[in-house]
């Protein structure tokens, strides 16, 4: 059965610095990778993409890597700010098609 | 456009009440899925459909129904609600290929 993994689960960090959330899975025959963002009691904000074909992609101060032969991905945050604070979601569409796998979530928490 | 539209935002059943979560995309998206949320569990697939008439079984399906009869709209039903269906319901759909997901805010139940 295919797990996801985030660490860390969270994260408290002062404005401006540059973070690193990490996504593994046991198994690393996924499709594409979704990463998301939730704010508490809303629903869920798609951030980026990758798709089976790409190793990486950047939308601002946001970068996602992924790795499929070592079942891994990163979520890089530049000079974080406290409007980035909320949980962030990584999740793998498995090779069906059908269905997203994902991890329990890493929160963040960045003080001004 | 309006995206993935779920109704009611907020329901309190009783043991025992039946009742029917709404869920309408208006992307023309093929494939669409119902998640729920649960404190330490992370989001878990109770169904799925891949197009009008076809669904399919989650990892939780048990408790629920649902049914595709348009592109539009995928309800999901509860047929017997228990306090272990206290959860945040999310409705979620995306295109055919590599498309990203697209959630709906969430309806938050409460059996008692």
């Known amino acids: 059965k295919q797990e996801v993994t985030q660490i860390p689960a969270a994260l408290s960090v002062p404005e401006g610095e540059n973070l690193v959330l990490n996504c593994s899975f046991t198994d690393s025959a996924i499709y594409n990778l979704q990463w998301f963002r939730q704010d508490p009691g809303k629903g869920l904000t798609s951030l980026l993409l990758i798709q089976s074909s790409q190793r990486e992609q950047t939308s601002g101060r946001l970068n996602a890597s992924l790795d499929k032969s070592s079942g891994r991905s990163t979520l890089y945050i530049a000079a974080s700010q406290p409007g980035d604070s909320a949980t962030y979601l990584c999740?793998?569409?498995?090779?069906?098609?059908?269905?997203?796998?994902f991890g329990k979530g890493t929160t963040l928490s960045v003080s001004s | 456009n309006a995206g993935v539209t779920q109704t009611p935002k907020f329901q309190v059943l009783k043991t025992g009440q039946s009742m029917t979560l709404q869920c309408a995309q208006d992307?023309?998206?093929?494939?669409m899925s119902w998640y729920r949320q649960d404190p330490g569990m992370g989001l878990r697939l109770i169904h799925y459909?891949?197009?009008?008439?076809?669904?399919d079984q989650g990892e939780v399906p048990n408790g629920y129904n649902v049914s595709r009869s348009t592109t539009e709209d995928f309800p999901l039903r509860l047929l017997s609600a228990a306090p272990s269906q206290t959860s945040v319901y999310f409705c979620?759909?995306?295109?055919?290929?590599?498309?990203?997901?697209?959630f709906g805010s969430g309806t938050r139940l409460t059996v008692v």
């Open positions: 459909s891949v197009g009008a008439g076809i669904t």
């Open positions: 992307m023309n998206h093929e494939y």
């Open positions: 999740a793998g569409l498995n090779q069906a098609g059908t269905a997203l796998i």
């Open positions: 979620a759909s995306r295109e055919e290929g590599q498309g990203s997901y697209t």
